[in-house]
């Protein structure tokens, strides 16, 4: 089975903080998101990577940058937390070319 | 990518059809619908996709109309397990941006 695990469940950090958020996958995916999610707003791209060491932008990159080092992880760095990024963080992976992406359980970061 | 358009939520009895519509007015030739859901505290799970005919498998069907522009995903005798928000995508091309709307909130009720 597809795993991809991200390495916290719940996370409380303080403004200011510089916060990594960490996504493994196990299935030798080229691809790799990072989306946030909020009430009312549904779930929404930050980043994206379809390769080592390659990133794109997506609909809400502001404050958020990323880093993919390797094939298999890629993480999501919160530079300077506010507390408008308070908010349940998924990771997911695909095959290049097909968006059936598996998802990660979330992150629940709150910003206090 | 082509903007999809999903009903905010609706209910259905348990055991009975869950038709669930969508509309993608502005999908390209080449690019698929594809429907995933999330359960609550979960990640969205992969459902179905097709491109233009009809497609079951193990959990649903998608019917897609002759011109694209929408489509339904069935769900042939829901059980209170499939309460979950529905989101139905259209993409295509090279692997890239992968985005969501904000579904249709799915209740299965006794």
């Known amino acids: 089975d597809v795993k991809v695990t991200q390495s916290s469940r719940y996370l409380v950090k303080r403004t200011g903080e510089k916060v990594f958020l960490e996504c493994v996958q196990d299935?030798?995916?080229?691809?790799m998101f990072w989306y946030r999610q909020d009430p009312g707003l549904g779930l929404r791209l930050i980043y994206f990577?379809?390769?080592?060491?390659?990133?794109e932008k997506g609909d809400i990159p502001e404050g958020y940058s990323v880093s993919r080092e390797k094939k298999e992880r890629f993480s999501l760095i919160l530079e300077s937390a506010s507390t408008n990024q308070t908010s349940m963080y998924l990771c997911?992976?695909?095959?290049?070319?097909?968006?059936?992406?598996?998802f990660g359980q979330g992150t629940r970061l709150t910003v206090v | 990518d082509a903007k999809t358009t999903q009903p905010t939520s609706m209910d259905c009895a348990e055991g009975r059809a869950a038709n669930l519509p969508c509309n993608h007015s502005?999908?390209?030739?080449?690019?698929?619908v594809y429907w995933y859901r999330q359960i609550h505290s979960q990640g969205p799970q992969y459902i179905i996709h097709?491109?233009?005919n009809n497609e079951t498998n193990e959990m649903a069907s998608l019917i897609i109309t002759e011109d694209r522009k929408s489509s339904t995903l069935i769900l042939p005798h829901a059980t209170l397990r499939d309460t979950a928000v529905y989101y139905c995508?259209?993409?295509?091309?090279?692997?890239?941006?992968?985005?969501f709307g904000t579904g249709t909130r799915l209740q299965v009720t006794l």
């Open positions: 997911a992976s695909s095959f290049r070319g097909s968006t059936e992406a598996f």
């Open positions: 299935m030798d995916h080229e691809n």
């Open positions: 990577s379809y390769d080592v060491k390659m990133k």
């Open positions: 502005t999908i390209s030739g080449n690019e698929y």
């Open positions: 097709g491109l233009k």
């Open positions: 995508i259209a993409f295509g091309g090279t692997a890239s941006k992968l985005t």
